[in-house]
């Protein structure tokens, strides 16, 4: 079993595959230093905080109204599950001039149980400047 850490490098590619460093990417969003400016950016930092098991981050980039017990999704994070490749299909409103928005992706991991893509179009809202992650449809 890997021992996955958020503190991945500044100058590592950026798990969401963006194509940039983490440090002009979803590092900065993870940190708390920069909020993301479009729902796809977010949805982008929920992506890789998965893949770095970043819990503080999937926490608060989540809505209050739909966001699970630490506890639970602390143990979803435990369970030995590789993020491989995030690939956004599709976007719609979520901009900076948006209150809300919806981002389609599929997202392809590895466990024990094989290769799996989960493909999802999950929903965002913009509430004091900051986006949230509400929910999805699969
Ligand atoms: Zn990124």
């Known amino acids: ?59 608060a980039s989540w809505h209050p109204r739909t966001r699970p017990p630490r506890e639970e999704l602390a143990g979803s994070l435990a369970q030995d599950v590789r993020w491989l490749r995030l690939e956004v299909l599709a976007t719609a409103q979520g901009g900076p001039f948006d209150d809300t928005g919806t981002v389609e992706f599929v997202a ?11 493909h999802e179009v999950s929903r965002f809202v913009r509430e004091d400047g900051s986006w949230y992650y509400v929910d999805g449809d699969t």
């Not at 990417?25 to 890789?48: F, I």
């Not at 392809?108 to 989960?118: A, D, L, M, P």
């Open 1 to 59: 079993m890997s021992t996955p850490s958020p503190a991945l490098p500044d100058s590592a590619r950026c798990p969401c595959g963006s194509g940039d460093i983490f440090g002009d990417c979803c590092g900065p969003v993870l940190r708390q230093e920069r909020r993301a400016g479009t729902a796809q950016a977010l949805m982008r930092s929920r992506y890789t905080a998965f893949a770095v098991r970043d819990l503080e981050h999937l926490l």
């Open 108 to 118: 392809i991991s590895k466990s024990e149980q094989g290769r799996q893509e989960q």
